[in-house]
Structures are given as C-alpha cells and as structure tokens.
C-alpha cells in the first residue's frame, strides 16, 4: 500500500497557494489515491461538486502545466524516481544541457544591463536556494557591486518599503510557488519595482510577477517522497549572468580609457 503521506510531501511547497475548494480536492486525492490514479478531470470535479476549471486551476497552482501531469505523478508516486550511479551524472548532464539549450540570452542580457545600472541588488532566496543567493550575492560584492542577500521572512515581507527604486531584487527559486516570494514579488510588481527571477521551473507563478524572469528547464526527481531535483542549474545560470555582467564591465571600461 502506497504512504499516501507521499503527496503532500511532494507538493509541501505550494500547498499554502491553494484556495479551499482547491485544497479539498487535494486532500480528497491523498484519501482517495487508488481511484484518483483512474479517474478523469470530469469525474474528479463531478466527485467533489467542483468544475474541471477548478481542477485544473488545483494543478496550475500546485506547479504542474496540467491535469495529466497530475496523473502521471500520482500512477508514480511509490515509485523511488532517482537514478542510480552513472544514471544520476547523465540526469544532471541532461538537465544542464536543456536548461542551456532554453537559454532566453535577450533577458539575461537585460538583466545584466539591470545589474548594471542599479545603485545596489537585493537578492532573495529561501530553503534550499538560500547558499545560492548568497554565493550570487557575494559573486557581485567581489566586482564592486553592491549587493547583499536576504533569506529571512519578516524582512523579505519588508522589501517593498526598505529598498530604493533604483535597486534591484533579484529571487532565486525552485519551484517560483513559494508563498513568502509570490507575496513580495506582487508588491513589487504593484509599485513598479525592477525585479528579477531565476527560477528552476518553466511558467511559474513567480516568473510571471518579475520584470525579468530566467526559466530553467529540468527533470524532476523524487526519493520517499522527497524532492531531490538537482539545483544545479540555478548555479549554472548564475554563473551565466555574473560571466557576462563581468566581461560587459570590462569591455566599458577598456573603451573608457
């Protein structure tokens, strides 16, 4: 027998974005996982007096571009989706060599001139990503740029009334779900902030609140329930734009002379 428990571990993160009716029907799954492995959008919805919308909205706000997304988790959910020895080194390779074959070069471009042109940038990272913001973050303050990070809840909510127009805020996440980050981020885009994200998910919440949104594009990978995705790429972008940012300023400042 399936730990249905499984289920909300491996959508822990974006729970908290789902309304009430959208929660029902996800805890109605995780009650019902057998019969919800066969069970169509329409008898789904028919089964929770809710409409397919409402399903399908369940989905998009739980990170996932559809109803068969859903589906094929669900069929493989007690299944321990981590590849072994040389198995993992090629999942890795795989999700590098896609996320650098979806390069979006125009928006990291702009988002270097963005780096640039700020009098200081404010990186923003949680969890898991939080040493990533922080090495990006201390990559900038090694070239003279100033920049700090921030990791801590009760200060990201304060964002939008301690940083300066002229700054930037740059969000580094995983699943571009996260709560703590969509709340600022609205804001932000509300009061016409520059901000950025680099996210290690295609279409996400997040990416469609930021002035300049990096999407990755990556293989998911689970182990008891656990998300175990590689980060990898989020250092590989990083790595990316502060390459760029920095043969951009030499190249300024060799004309300048």
């Known amino acids: 027998m ?5 289920l909300v571990t491996y959508f822990s993160q974006n729970l908290n974005n789902l309304s009430h009716a959208e929660k029902h029907i996800f805890y109605y799954i995780d009650s019902n996982l057998e019969k919800a492995k066969t069970q169509s959008l329409v008898s789904m919805a028919e089964e929770n007096n809710v409409s397919t ?5 369940m989905c998009n706000k739980l990170g996932l571009s559809a109803f068969s997304e859903l589906k094929y988790i669900l069929k493989n959910l007690d299944i321990d989706i981590i590849p072994k020895d040389d198995n993992y080194i090629d999942l890795i390779k795989d999700n ?3 996320s650098l074959s979806n390069l ?3 928006n990291i471009n702009i988002l270097v001139n963005l780096i640039k042109d700020a009098k200081k940038v404010i990186i923003v ?10 090495y990006f973050s201390k990559l900038l303050m090694q070239a003279n740029k100033g920049s700090f990070y921030i990791y801590e809840s009760h200060i990201i909510d304060l964002i939008d009334k301690t940083a300066d127009k002229d700054d930037l805020i740059i969000f580094i996440s995983n699943s571009g779900e996260t709560k703590t980050l969509l709340n600022v ?4 885009n509300y009061r016409h902030f520059k901000t950025a994200a680099i996210i290690n998910s295609a279409g996400s919440s997040l990416s469609k609140l930021v ?3 990096l999407d990755n594009y990556y293989k998911k990978s689970n182990f008891l329930g656990y998300d175990i995705t590689p980060r990898s790429t989020l250092l590989l972008i990083i790595d990316i ?10 190249s300024n400042k060799k004309k300048d002379k």
């Open 53 to 57: 919308t409402t399903v399908v909205r």
């Open 104 to 106: 979006n070069l125009d």
């Open 185 to 188: 981020a609205e804001k932000l």
């Open 211 to 213: 002035t300049v949104p």
């Open 241 to 250: 734009v502060f390459g760029i940012y920095m043969n951009k300023n030499t």
């Open 2 to 6: 399936i730990n249905i428990s499984k």
């Open 125 to 134: 990272s949680v969890g898991l990503s939080k040493p990533m913001g922080e």
């Open 96 to 98: 590098i060599n896609t």
